[in-house]
Structures are given as C-alpha cells and as structure tokens.
C-alpha cells in the first residue's frame, strides 16, 4: 500500500493554510494579516493585489480553518475529479478575485479564509451528475439552504463571519458549475 495525493488541488492548497496558520500562531499572527488577509488599503500598496488573491490561505486561528478544510477535503477532491485540476484552479482564482475585490470595495474590516471557495464547492456539487435541460432539485435546495441561512445570518446577526464573502463564493460556484457543466454536455454531443 502506497499513498496516493488523489486531489494535488485540494491537498496543495490545504497545506498552504495549513502553513501560513502555523507560521502566524507560532511566529506572528501579523504574518497573517499582513500577507493573507484582505483589507481596504491604498491601491498604491503592491501587496494589496496580492491580498486580493492570498487572503484564502490565511484562518484567524485553529477552529476556523479546521471548520472550512474539513468542508475542503471532503467535497473538493470529488469537484476535482469531475471538472479536472485545471478547471477546479482556474473556478477556486476566480472566486476569490471575485470574492477580494467585492470585500474590498464594500467593507472596510479585513476578510481572510477558505470560507468562499467552500460555498463554491458545495454549490458546485450538486453538478456533479448535472443531465442535459434539468437543473438538479438538489442544486435548488442546497442553494436555498446554504445561501438563504448566510443571508439571514447577515441581516440578523453582528459577528466577525464575512457572510458575503459566503455568498459570493456560492453564487460563483453556481454559476461556475452551471456553465461547466452546460460546456462539457455541449463537447460531448
């Protein structure tokens, strides 16, 4: 028996986190928010745009980033093996750009974590079997579930959980899933 690093995606960017996390607890947690978090600064600051992607790796502390590479590891190597490393990299670059640009331009508090890429991967589950002209009724319900709560906790309840970046990362997997899985259908006719 041999192990097997099934899903380079995935395990890649888990130990990345796993990395940046360590360093910030053992070392400087202003490590963290200095390079992995991202925040309202100057546009003149060369490591905003890197912020703007790099905030994904970083986690306020264990329980936060046990809570979401939890979620990662178990939902991302299936997204992988279904739309290829390739395909999964480019979804995960785009909603967090997305993602960091919107935290940016609406919210002055700083915003760090995996938490939209996994709204991403589990709106983009229900895809997974996606047949020509049906929308799954799972895709409706997990939206409604995941989606609504985020909303209704963002109206009903002040914390330090970015709930948009939630719903921005569910709505890019979404649309992202949708239109992957309506390209692959159309290739394969």
Do not use: C, W
Not at 96 to 122: D, K, N, P
């Amino acid at each position: 028996m041999r192990l097997h690093y099934n899903s380079p995606v995935i395990l890649t960017y888990a130990f990345i986190s796993l990395g940046v996390l360590l360093v910030g607890e053992f070392f400087s947690q202003n490590f963290v928010i200095n390079f992995f978090a991202v925040y309202r600064t100057s546009f003149s600051d060369p490591l905003a745009y890197f912020r703007v992607f790099s905030y994904v790796f970083g986690h306020a502390n264990f329980n936060h980033f046990f809570g979401n590479i939890s979620m990662l590891l178990l939902i991302g190597p299936m997204i992988e093996e279904k739309y290829s490393s390739k395909v999964l990299i480019i979804m995960m670059i785009a909603s967090t750009l997305i993602g960091g640009i919107a935290h940016l331009l609406f919210f002055s508090a700083a915003a760090l974590g995996a938490s939209g890429i996994v709204f991403m991967l589990i709106l983009l589950t229900p895809f997974t079997n996606m047949q020509r002209g049906r929308i799954p009724i799972t895709f409706i319900l997990v939206a409604l579930v995941f989606i609504g709560r985020e909303v209704f906790y963002a109206i009903t309840i002040e914390d330090n959980v970015s709930r948009f970046g939630h719903i921005i990362g569910g709505a890019s997997g979404a649309a992202m899933g949708y239109f992957a899985s309506s390209n692959k259908r159309g290739a394969s006719r």
